[in-house]
T-cell receptor, first 113, second 109 residues
Framework: DSGVTQTPKHLITATGQRVTLRCSPR?????VYWYQQSLDQGLQFLIQ???????AKGNILERFSAQQFPDLHSELNLSSLELGDSALYFC????????????FGQGTRLTVV | QKEVEQDPGPLSVPEGAIVSLNCTYS??????FMWYRQYSRKGPELLMY????GNKEDGRFTAQVDKSSKYISLFIRDSQPSDSATYLC?????????FGKGTRLSVIA
């Protein structure tokens, strides 16, 4: 158990809908990262937050947004969902912003039908 | 050219074999080189990381980095069925981790 908690584990929703994925980082970790994993693209970095502030942005679609709350948990919001958004979404956390060692959660499997 | 290239496999070896997993990369700014292991339906877990060039050993695992060739390797000695997983290389400079697509390894008893 990495100490990073993601909910829900599975999510099935229809095209056009909006969902929210939640991540609780390890105790003491200030940095949260979101990744999308699909068979053809592998693990793609979406966005990073550090102590409530956006730190880095990757290949995140405009339909997607995230935030980190004062208690350091983070939420990834996906809207206007398309079939191609079906993937595993992972959250990872680390103590500091530039840490080499990041601990991953178990992921949320999103299926858009 | 993708930033990180990794052969997806699958790679199937008998128990006890030495396994070699590799990645090539194109960005000279990468300074940290990691290997993650991902079991089916689980999140990736960090196996080991290396800073800059050189070798690093941890039990049955050895990581090698050749920055001149932009080539990194993970060797697994005396492979076990429990090593069956997908292995992802991950690289970082001043940006968050960039992952290879992963190599699926099966160790057959």
């Amino acid at each position: 158990d990495s100490g990073v908690t993601q909910t829900p584990k599975h999510l099935i929703t229809a095209t056009g809908q909006r969902v929210t994925l939640r991540c609780s980082p390890r105790s003491g970790d200030l940095s949260v990262y979101w990744y999308q994993q699909s068979l053809d693209q592998g693990l793609q970095f979406l966005i990073q937050y550090y102590n409530g502030e956006e730190r880095a942005k990757g290949n995140i679609l405009e339909r997607f947004s995230a935030q980190q709350f004062p208690d350091l948990h983070s939420e990834l919001n996906l809207s206007s969902l398309e079939l191609g958004d079906s993937a595993l979404y992972f959250c990872a956390s680390s103590v500091a912003a530039g840490d080499t060692e990041a601990f991953f959660g178990q992921g949320t499997r999103l299926t858009v039908v | 050219q993708k930033e990180v290239e990794q052969d997806p496999g699958p790679l199937s070896v008998p128990e006890g074999a030495i396994v070699s997993l590799n990645c090539t990369y194109s960005n000279s700014a990468f300074q940290y080189f990691m290997w993650y292991r991902q079991y089916s339906r689980k999140g990736p877990e960090l196996l080991m990381y290396t800073y800059s060039s050189g070798n690093k050993e941890d039990g049955r695992f050895t990581a090698q980095v050749d920055k001149s060739s932009k080539y990194i390797s993970l060797f697994i000695r005396d492979s076990q069925p429990s090593d069956s997983a997908t292995y992802l290389c991950a690289l970082r400079g001043n940006t968050p981790l960039v992952f290879g697509k992963g190599t699926r390894l099966s160790v057959i008893a």
